[in-house]
């Protein structure tokens, strides 16, 4: 299949989903090989003229910290009024030195870094809205209001946030891809496979960074 990638147009963003060190090996809530991302995301971010930034972004005591529910532990499922919430270890705490970006990101024009699951009793894996799945966090109207229509989206983690964000950007008539090779997966329980078909189900694209990049 030709496709043809025009990625330095205004229409297009490049979205680059919570690339943080509690994410990073060694940190709070580790992605394996989540690291070996920054050089690829650098290159790729050098074609675009758009560039959007996310950040987990949580106050101490957040509803998806495993020691908010005493009794119960990291990685365990619950159900909170809003829905099912995968309990994890304390990450991203707002202002800590694991909530900080990578350093050895290199993306200067980045024009926006929207910070998400500021709310203390509702999770954000989404870029586009909270777990509750009615509270926008505003960065639909962001992109529309600046005329992108498609965006690549890239990052940590591949079966949760990067999965949330891209199909929710898909049912707000984004046209979306996931670049595969440019995101990393927790894999908890089969959720990268389960992650991948809701995607796919939805119209999100599955590219390589080959395709964007060239040979
Ligand atoms: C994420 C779990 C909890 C992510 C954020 O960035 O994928 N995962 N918070
Ligand atoms: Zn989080």
């Given at each position: 299949m030709l496709t043809l990638h025009?990625?330095?147009?205004?229409r297009c963003a490049l979205l680059v989903i919570d690339m943080q060190y509690d994410f990073m090996p060694g940190g709070a809530l580790a992605v394996k090989e989540?690291?070996?991302?920054v050089p690829l995301i650098n290159r790729l971010g050098r074609r675009f003229t758009r560039v959007i930034l996310t950040q987990d972004w949580h106050p101490a005591g957040h509803i998806s910290f495993a020691p908010s529910h005493p009794g119960h532990e990291p990685f365990q499922r619950i159900t909170l009024p809003y829905g099912p919430q995968t309990l994890w270890p304390v990450?991203?705490?707002?202002?800590?030195q694991g909530a900080?970006?990578?350093?050895?990101?290199?993306?200067?024009?980045?024009q926006l870094i929207a910070r998400k699951g500021c709310n203390p009793d509702i999770d954000s894996y989404s870029a586009f809205m909270e777990a509750d799945r009615s509270t926008p966090t505003g960065l639909t109207g962001y992109l529309r209001e600046h005329g992108i229509d498609t965006l690549y989206v890239v990052g940590l983690a591949l079966d949760f946030c990067v999965a949330w964000s891209a199909q929710d950007a898909c049912k707000a008539g984004f046209t979306t891809y996931v670049v595969e090779d440019a995101c990393r997966a927790i894999?908890?329980?089969g959720s990268l496979a389960g992650a991948w078909q809701a995607m796919l189900g939805l119209g999100v694209q599955r590219v390589q960074s080959q395709d964007l990049l060239g040979g």
């Open positions: 025009n990625l330095a147009d205004r989540g690291d070996a991302l990450h991203c705490v707002q202002g800590s900080q970006l990578h350093a050895d990101l290199d993306l200067p024009h980045a894999d908890l329980d």
